[in-house]
């Protein structure tokens, strides 16, 4: 029995998916609110010219550029897609279980596949620097990375609560030469209102969001770029899902459940989108579940219109929302802890095609699960891809109660070498 399919490079996914021309209704569009300068019209100085354009198109494909397929190549791409045997046999589950690697990222996160397409357009568009908000610190590690790869230079706003205690992967940003910030910084008018009141504020990504953009607002030669949310990070982190249904082709095995981890949306739409495709429009059958904490169940928030940050500088989406100025509670797989969902998962969830389960603060149960994963398929997952292994686990032992051989597919959307602080407290190892 074959326990891994990797592809080629040369069968690496040409193209993107863009799922919006298939969506079962048109995407609500980004609105201004009622007061205030248009967010809109300032869109165009904030963002990369090329990510605008993907963002509003309604094109299904869009080519990858040579040359950046090149460097998805030197970052390790395509990665591989793995058979779970040695756990579907430990949980004696008659369920076939099936994982994404992008643990393999160079950075540790699948946050690389569309950090590097950013920078790659930024820099063709003529930019100097790029300027994030990072909260767990991959995004801000990959766009570290991809940064220095393309010979720009960046710039990072870190939730300050988390840059405090993740002090190797700040080191690592520093090292691939970028400029770390603890947010609330003094660096910006928002973070430094902020800042002023409580040099310990633990910041939010809402508040970072808004360092960046401020940041970005006022250097014609800086551009600002988001992680997760908004359609064309979806759209770039396809190439995931793209990649495993050939895979799948190769197993000669479909799956019936799809399952990963959602803070904004980035690696579970990478991951599922092209198999939602599948069910938009080739009715197929497929569920899918998106596996979330306790403090930050945005899929479980109200569907309206609100702000992506928390000095309101963002247009209005529409998508599910905890509220822009909604404090959580702080957990170690904290890229799980954003108020908003991508409008385009946010959506599908309306129309009733993904569910979604939350697990408590305390992450015990989703630890230990992931330590099961690590005991016998041999790979760590990060704090965050601990939730896709859980929910994984959790489903396939459902199965074995219900005596289903349900196909399952997960994504492990990063690496936890950075984090076993993380679970070192929480399982209490000494
Ligand atoms: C950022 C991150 C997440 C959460 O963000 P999404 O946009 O929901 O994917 C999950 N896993 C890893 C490894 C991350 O870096």
Redesign the pocket.
Known sequence: MIRQVNLLVKDMPHQWYNIIPDLPEPLPAPLDPSDGPSRIKNLPNLLIGECLKQEFSQESWIDIPDELLQIYAQAGRPRPLFRALGLEKKLDTPARLYYKG?FFSPT????VNTALAQCYYAKKEGFEQVTTET??G??GTALSYASALNGLKCRVFWVRSVYNWKADRRHFMQFLGAEVHASPSPMTKCGKELYDKNPNHDGSLGIAISEGLEDAGRDPKTVYCL???LNHVLMHQTIIGLEAKKQFEVFDDYPDMVIS????????GGFAIPFIGDVLTRAKKTKFIASQSKAGPNLQGEYRYDFADYAELTPMLKMYTLGHKTDMHPIYGD??RYHGASPIISLLRNKGYIDTVAYPNDEKHVFKQAQLFTETEGWLP?P??AYSVACAIDEAIKCKEAGEKKVIAFNV??HGFLDMYAYKTVLGLK
């Open positions: 992008e540790g996160s699948h946050k909260g767990a991959l995004w992680g997760s949310v981890c959602f803070g904004g949306g980035s690696n579970f890229g799980l990060a965050e891809s959307s990063g």
